[in-house]
């Protein structure tokens, strides 16, 4: 595929020898999956329960139905589907036909949208008829329309994806170095990026991840967040834990009403979250009596996690904590399963594979253990460049193919990073740089904050101003002046202290679930 950066020929070569990378494709590896598995469950989503077999056979369909109407294999397709069966029909048709699908979120709206159709030249476009109350026909009709649109559901005027299976026949060969995925960058500046994933560095990434975390065909994997992003996906998510022969369950959404419904009834051992619907699902365990006793592994990630509530895991939701810190990009950190409980409270994790190198950057510079620096990182499941932008990718890769993550970290000794924030959430009060994720530390720290966003707001005098933005817990209340202090008293600097405080009564979430810095910042 153009607009693809490859890994140079020696660090594949021993990537190749040392069995990180197989001769693989995430296609093959299905009907590998269903011969072992056969009539086992692979997905359950609603009332709907399908085999491995049957989830091999529709894709297979799927993928002839999809060439036999002039889709080629190498082709960009934009998939915008909700937790469903549907949703992994299509991904492994797209797969099996080697049809490269953007993984967009449903929560992605025209903008963004617009945006993957024109820059992956895309010539289809999956979505449901309707979703959580929006109608995907709409949007569809708001963009540049590619040459397909597929709507699972009612199809209004475009053609139904009911329509498309027929007998499967004779699939293209499918390179395991080949493009399989192109995910969405999480990243905060500017459009979403675009990012290759091929076919031998994610299924590593996924196989990898499951060893991590234990995986067998006893697991029942939650899939809560959103399946089209990469922690839910092969996290080890949907892809790790058909690997290991275990069962999928698709929620249609990540509240407790529906989630927890769902574990006691399908008997949930594994699920992944974002810092805020722990605090959510923390809060509800309080009063609600559904029985969560089957779930063993909770996977955070996607945004720091604060001390405290990590803490809170294992005693209020009784299953062990992992800490996940990772980017669509590759570079994946876990606790693991049999860390001591100190590192698993207030560490991101280690890197998942030994190939993974990693450097903690200052100036230039490599910074001893302990020390705060950039991370960059390169390996064999972290991509080389972002698709088809060549003067981002000179200043977002080294000469020597390290991604600079833009994420500020520490590392200790046992090799356990801590995230500190971002190289650029950094605010200039008057030529004073206050450290966001610092900051934001030490407010969660006080007893009425159960969420801080620090974001800087212009000021006439001082260019940028600090502003502690917080969600309270309930019946809570805080001025200004007793935060001032209470941060003063943990003996952080003056002018590091907030200037403004905003009590809001929730923080808005990016499509994923994180907190959505942009958007506080536009409510201030
Ligand atoms: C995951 O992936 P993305 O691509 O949505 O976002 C990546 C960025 C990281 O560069 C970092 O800034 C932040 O999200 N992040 C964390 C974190 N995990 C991700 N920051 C602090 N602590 C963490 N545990 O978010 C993602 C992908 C795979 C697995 C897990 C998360």
């Not at 299905?30 to 049957?54: F, H, K, N, P």
């Not at 999928?248 to 974002?274: K, N, Q, W, Y």
């Not at 200037?499 to 808005?508: G, W």
Request: contains cysteine; negative net charge.
């Amino acid at each position: 595929m153009e607009g693809v950066e490859n890994w140079p020929a020696e660090c594949a070569d021993r990537y190749r020898e040392a069995g990180v990378w197989r001769d693989e494709t995430l296609g093959g590896l299905l009907a590998e999956w269903a011969e072992r598995s056969g009539e086992s469950t692979a997905i359950v989503s609603g009332d709907e329960r399908i085999s491995y077999t049957s989830l091999d056979r529709r894709a297979a369909e799927l993928a002839t139905g999809l060439l036999a109407r002039g889709l080629r294999p190498g082709d960009r397709v934009v998939v915008q589907l909700p937790n469903t069966a549907t949703f992994a029909i299509v991904l492994f048709g797209l797969l099996r036909a080697g049809i490269v699908p953007v993984l967009a979120l449903p929560a992605h709206r025209r903008t963004e949208i617009e945006h993957f159709v024109t820059h992956a030249q895309a010539v289809a476009y999956f979505i449901p008829d309707h979703d959580s109350g929006f109608d995907y026909r709409t949007l569809a009709a708001e963009i540049p329309t590619p040459d397909h649109v597929f709507v699972a559901g009612d199809p209004g005027p475009y053609t139904a994806l009911a329509d498309v299976p027929e007998p499967a026949g004779p699939l293209p060969d499918i390179d395991p170095g080949d493009v399989a995925v192109l995910l969405i960058s999480g990243g905060t500046t500017g459009k979403p990026k675009l990012i290759p994933r091929t076919h031998r560095d994610y299924a590593y990434n996924a196989r990898g991840s499951a060893e991590v975390c234990s995986l067998t065909a006893n697991d029942v994997y939650l899939a809560v967040l959103p399946a089209a992003h990469n922690f839910p996906l092969a996290c080890p998510g949907l892809l790790g834990t058909l690997g290991a022969g275990g069962r999928v369950v698709m929620a249609p959404a990540p509240s407790p009403d529906v989630t927890f419904g769902l574990i006691e009834r399908e008997r949930v051992t594994v699920t992944a979250l974002v810092p805020p619907l722990v605090r959510l699902w923390v809060d509800t365990v309080e009063w609600d009596r559904r029985d969560l006793s089957s779930l063993r592994l909770l996977q955070v990630g996607g945004a720091k996690l604060d001390t405290e509530l990590a803490g809170q895991v294992r005693p209020v939701l009784g299953t062990t904590l992992q800490q996940v810190f990772g980017m669509a990009e590759g570079l994946l950190n876990y606790t693991r399963l049999d860390d001591p409980d100190d590192l698993v409270t207030t560490t991101q994790g280690r890197p998942m594979s030994p190939f993974d190198e990693v450097r903690v950057v200052r100036d230039g510079v490599d910074v001893l253990d302990g020390g705060i620096g950039e991370l960059w990182t390169r390996g064999p499941y972290t991509l080389r460049g972002y698709y088809n932008v060549p003067e981002y990718n000179a200043s977002a890769f080294t000469a020597d193919g390290f991604y600079r993550t833009g994420d500020l970290v520490r590392r200790l000794p046992s090799g356990h990073l801590v995230v500190e924030g971002r190289v650029k959430d950094v605010i200039n009060r008057g030529g004073e740089n206050v450290s966001a994720g610092e900051l934001e530390e030490h407010l969660l720290a006080h007893p009425a904050v159960a969420q801080a966003a620090v974001v800087g707001v212009p000021d006439q005098t001082l260019g940028e101003i600090v502003c502690a933005a917080v969600v309270l817990v309930p019946d809570a209340s805080v001025k200004l002046k007793e935060l001032k202090a209470f941060l003063s008293a943990r003996g952080l600097a003056r002018f590091k202290l907030p200037d403004r405080l905003a009590i809001l009564p929730t923080f808005p979430v990016t499509a994923v679930g994180k907190i959505d810095k942009k958007a506080v910042l536009s409510r201030l």
